[in-house]
């Protein structure tokens, strides 16, 4: 792995764009459920959108390719997750004050400013994800600062926003979502991009999700925390890469976007120097009429079917050219095309013959294309319209080749762990206000009671460190969802961490691999497990007898405490028990024959110092 | 407005909303434009607009400073059609009135613009220049909740007046009172040549997913070419952009506060369904076009003094008393059920029927329909309705309470009191069915 310093040479530029779900009860704008629960669609409602007005007239090229593609939007509908407020069939409520509430902790909790007034804005989507055809969002933070390794990374803003619809279905003329994630409280958090590493932003990420998980206020599990990496080297391009499956690996796929940006623009140089141009494309399907290969021959049944191509001079060899393991010029151009429903485009880098394709039809083919030594050309085979578009898509990714890297959002082939383009990154985000909700002032009061509630990562780790001296239990029980609780026993009862620890991460993983249902026990019957064994009442080993019984309050505590006689034995009784059955050879021998029938009731410590 | 304090400070350093500014705020320091203050919210704390596009609200407390770095760029301007006539195409008239359908927020400040120009409407469906050549007249620009009969008669004259050399006509206005406008002009215009089309939006036409979209283009497909010589309203079917429904003009009502779909045929079905490609399919008789010989003509007298008066339990009747005194020439009461109000209540100052024979001998047409809109009233059934309706009271059969107060003040616009109480629950725009099928959609 490059180092720090090779980084820096390269003009590495990096920051983060955390997204977190928020555990509410409510949605952000409405009264929906805010938990998902995978129930089925009721009903589905079908749009048509269209990108309205452009500001200023600037032509935004990701809305351009949504508007040419001029899709078909359907949205299931759910009973308990979606109403009309999410159908754009009603104006949104007022803004829950929960969501608010936790958006203004963990802005607290990184040391960021909230405005005096909050402004609610309209953020124009163009994928269709939302059925209004933007995403409400407000600005809650600003200009905070996170620690971690020693370094400040600055917080540029957080949003509390909604969440997306979650995509069902896609193909090149409709998309199907389901409306039920639609309108779920999100925080964003976006860091300044001052990250001078892969594995830094690894790291960055890490702390930011701990903190939010700290709050104790975030859904968990699957897609309920995204982590989106801006990404720039110098000559290179800003790319925002999407859809990370998990932490461990994005550091591996930032080494790769970095290879792919340094390998275009050694592709881009060749390019330049060959004076390389893109033709427009031609249909050449009358060169294919009787083709065997498949995939055309398959197009061609279509009465609308068509091959359309494009000469592509001086790009010869440069196609194929890999810029990531397994990943070619050639794919990147693909990416482009399929945007308009092909499934891809056949380049002239590729083994033509292995296609099927006969040396006569490629032979005509270069004659009609005019493609001569040192050209390449591509093709796309369906509908005629769809053909045109796909290959219009694709055009303007090969000539951006010679021009520059282009600004992208791309997201990750898991296997490959390499970056796969998704679309071009949209022009600087459309925003208007949303006027159907009020502007909302903030009382210093609000923001106080937040600063309170604030959550600090360093200080928990130390805590932890303190109360459980174990490595690894303390790393497991910083990402628990037990954490809250073992602090709170901890902090009330005064018993040793580590115990409480261990009971809380193993034994009860233990006991719930036998089937018995611990996590019935509630926090309640927790507590008093562990105040009855802070005052010696019980001992460690009863513990995991106790939870094995599944006390639902602390009265099924001290039930299973009397009826299973798991008072401790010590003291004087202790003294007894070991004058009455304290036989044996040496104090091994005695020990054990006490413990194999007192396990339960006696501390093993306690009998140690007691037996000489 | 700013608060006062704001204003002089923004004043003293010749700022206006627009211009770049630079604001240091509890030893923050923010960047951005300056928007005027929206109508709500913390007068004392200034709107910015920062350069990632979202708006912020700074409080201007002591030691606040701010600063102009720039004068602010002239006022964007909303892209626009030219219109021009293509041979081949059919010639349509788009009156435009106003409302939802030409709001739009200013994407620089950030401030609403309640109004557009229709040519700026337009822009927005630049395909609806492939269906029609478009003329457009824009008689008034308002909410249609300010919207007055004398609204009615400009907008009758203008129809009767472009029907003469258009193919339809489409009305564009605001949807609150859009069902009194179809009314209004289904009585007034008689003689038709060709279909006069009232559409409007639900969702203003700067969001991607209005419905002004689907709206526009099925009204131009139906005045460009639709086999319709009636009044109506066309808006969505569903809450899907698939097709809209024409439904006549005195046989549709808004029923629902904020869904596309909120206009809905009552004791009718839908005359017509359109889709966005301009396939129509007829659904219910309804008047053709003739194509020669017709010539629209509008009646536009009207009667304001004519009231609607809603019966609920412990309804005062006196309410009536004052229509008298305030020489009402008609009142329409929604009565419940078949068309009851209270003729022997417990307290017996609550029986309606002394005051409904007042109104009746003091000259006035008093009209009977139902709040339950679906179904038709009945003046025999029981003996309370027989009581209600000996008092003069004309029964309306299943006409809606607004068509028939809209009715009511048409007929005493252009006809005796005689014959306008004769013609109330005789049908002549449609407002009357004599069958109601068992089932319709």
């Given at each position: 792995m490059a180092s720090e310093t090779d980084y820096e040479k390269l003009g590495f530029m990096c920051g983060l764009e955390i997204h977190q779900r928020l555990a509410t009860q409510h949605k952000l704008f409405c009264s929906c459920d805010a938990q998902l629960q995978n129930d089925i669609s009721v009903a589905e409602i079908q749009r048509r959108q269209r990108a309205v007005a452009g500001e200023l007239g600037r032509i935004d090229l990701s809305a351009a390719f949504e508007t040419q593609r001029g899709r078909k939007f359907v949205y299931n509908v759910f009973r308990n997750t979606t109403c009309l407020v999410d159908a754009d069939e009603e104006p949104p409520h007022e803004l829950n004050g929960e969501a608010l509430h936790t958006a203004l902790q963990i802005v607290a909790s990184f040391g960021a400013w909230a405005p005096a007034e909050l402004e609610p804005m309209r953020k124009e989507v163009v994928d269709g994800s939302d059925p209004s055809a933007f995403q409400r969002t407000l600005l809650v933070g600003h200009g905070g600062n996170l620690e971690t390794g020693g370094r400040s990374i600055g917080i540029t803003s957080i949003f509390l926003e909604e969440e997306s619809s979650g995509i069902e279905y896609s193909d090149g003329s409709t998309v199907i979502y389901n409306v039920d994630r639609l309108g779920i409280p999100l925080v964003e958090i976006d860091t300044e991009p001052?990250?001078?590493s892969p594995a830094e932003a690894k790291e960055v990420a890490r702390r930011i999700g701990l903190a939010l998980r700290l709050t104790g206020r975030v859904q968990r599990g699957i897609g309920s925390i995204r982590q989106d990496v801006n990404v720039s080297i110098r000559g290179g391009a800003r790319v925002e890469i999407k859809g990370f499956q998990d932490l461990e690996t994005m550091d591996k796929v930032i080494e790769s976007e970095v290879q792919r940006q340094l390998a275009l623009i050694d592709i881009k140089k060749e390019l330049q120097s060959r004076n390389a141009r893109v033709h427009p494309p031609i249909d050449v399907t009358s060169v294919l009429g009787d083709t065997k290969v498949k995939i055309v021959r398959k197009s061609l049944e279509d009465p609308d079917g068509a091959v359309m191509a494009s000469r592509l001079k001086g790009y010869a060899g440069l196609l194929g050219k890999e810029i990531n393991p397994g990943r070619r010029l050639g794919s990147e151009i693909s990416g482009y095309a399929r945007l308009a429903g092909v499934g891809g485009i056949i380049h002239s880098d590729e083994d033509l013959g292995a296609y099927g394709f006969a040396e006569e039809e490629l032979e005509g083919l270069r004659r009609m294309l005019g493609v001569q030594e040192g050209d390449a050309f591509m093709m796309v085979a369906g509908e005629k319209r769809v053909c045109e578009n796909a290959l219009a898509f694709a055009n303007i990714r090969a000539q951006q080749a010679a021009l520059e890297i282009p600004n992208e959002t791309r997201g990750v082939d898991p296997k490959l762990l390499v970056t796969t383009f998704l679309r071009p990154l949209p022009g600087g985000a459309r925003m208007y206000p949303e006027t159907d909700v009020r502007p909302i002032p903030l009382d210093a009061e609000e923001y106080e009671r937040a600063k309170k509630a604030a959550v600090d990562v360093e200080k928990t780790m130390r805590k932890l460190g303190r109360e459980i001296k174990n490595r690894q239990l303390e790393e497991q029980m910083l990402w628990s969802p037990q954490l809250g609780l073992f602090l709170e026993v901890v902090d009330k009862t005064g018993a040793d961490g580590g115990t409480v620890a261990s009971v809380l991460l193993e034994k009860t993983t233990q006991a719930r691999r036998l089937g018995i249902d611990v996590d019935a026990i509630t926090d309640g019957a927790m507590l008093h497990i562990f105040e009855e064994y802070s005052r010696k009442r019980i001992t460690k080993a009863a513990i995991e007898e106790i939870i094995r019984q599944v006390p639902l309050d602390a009265k099924g505590v001290d039930k299973i405490i009397r009826s299973r006689k798991l008072e401790r034995i010590s003291g004087k009784n202790l003294e007894k028990l070991v004058r009455e059955e304290g036989k044996g050879e040496g104090k091994a021998e005695i020990m054990r024959n006490i413990m194999s029938r007192h396990r339960l009731n006696v501390d093993g410590d306690e009998l140690n110092k007691l037996v000489k | 407005m700013y608060s006062q304090e704001l204003e002089a400070l923004l004043n003293k350093k010749g700022i206006t909303p627009g211009d770049t500014v630079r604001v240091v705020s509890k030893g923050k320091t923010f960047e951005g434009i300056l928007l005027p203050r929206p109508e709500f919210g913390d007068q004392g704390a200034l709107v910015l607009k920062l350069r990632n596009g979202y708006n912020i609200g700074l409080s201007i407390g002591r030691g606040a400073k701010v600063e102009k770095l720039a004068r602010g760029k002239e006022e964007f301007a909303f892209p626009r059609v030219e219109l021009s006539r293509r041979q081949g195409l059919p010639d349509i008239t788009l009156i435009s009135t106003g409302g939802t359908i030409e709001s739009k927020v200013d994407y620089v400040t950030g401030g609403v613009h309640m109004v557009v120009e229709p040519e700026e409407m337009l822009a927005q469906v630049p395909e609806i220049l492939d269906i029609a050549n478009i003329k457009v007249i824009n008689p008034m620009r308002k909410a249609s909740e300010d919207m007055m009969y004398t609204d009615w008669q400009v907008m009758a004259r203008a129809a009767a007046k472009a029907l003469s050399d258009s193919h339809g006509v489409m009305i564009t206005e605001g949807t609150d009172i859009m069902h009194y406008t179809s009314a209004a002009l289904s009585f007034m215009l008689s003689g038709l040549s060709g279909p006069v089309v009232i559409t409007g939006a639900q969702r203003s036409v700067d969001r991607g997913s209005s419905d002004a979209f689907v709206n526009l283009v099925c009204s131009a497909h139906l005045a460009a070419k639709a086999n319709i010589a009636e009044v109506g309203i066309c808006m969505h079917a569903s809450s899907s952009d698939t097709f809209c429904n024409f439904t006549r003009g005195t046989k549709v009502r808004k029923m629902h506060t904020t869904r596309r779909d909120a206009f809905r045929p009552v004791n009718s079905k839908p005359i017509a369904r359109v889709d966005v490609e301009g396939n129509i399919e007829y659904l219910e008789g309804s008047r053709r076009r003739t194509e020669e010989g017709a010539s629209t003509r509008a009646a536009v007298g009207y009667e304001p003094k004519v009231a609607l008066l809603k019966f609920y339990p412990?309804?005062?009747?006196e309410i009536i008393d004052y229509y008298i005194g305030k020489r009402y020439r008609g009142i329409i009461i929604e009565a419940t059920g078949m068309g009851h109000v209270a003729v022997a209540p417990s307290d017996e100052r609550y029986s309606w029927i002394g005051h409904m024979k007042r109104a009746v001998d003091a000259g006035m047409v008093v009209g009977i329909t139902s709040q339950t809109l679906y179904g038709r009233v009945n003046p025999n059934v029981y003996r309370n309705l027989r009581l209600a309706a000996g008092t003069g009271a004309i029964y309306c059969e299943d006409m809606l309470p607004e068509v028939a107060l809209v009715k009511l003040g048409w007929l005493l616009g252009n006809h005796k009191r005689a014959e306008a109480a004769k013609m109330l629950n005789k049908n002549i725009a449609g407002e009357i069915t004599e069958r109601t099928e068992v089932e319709w959609e």
């Open positions: 001052e990250i001078r | 412990n309804s005062d009747p």
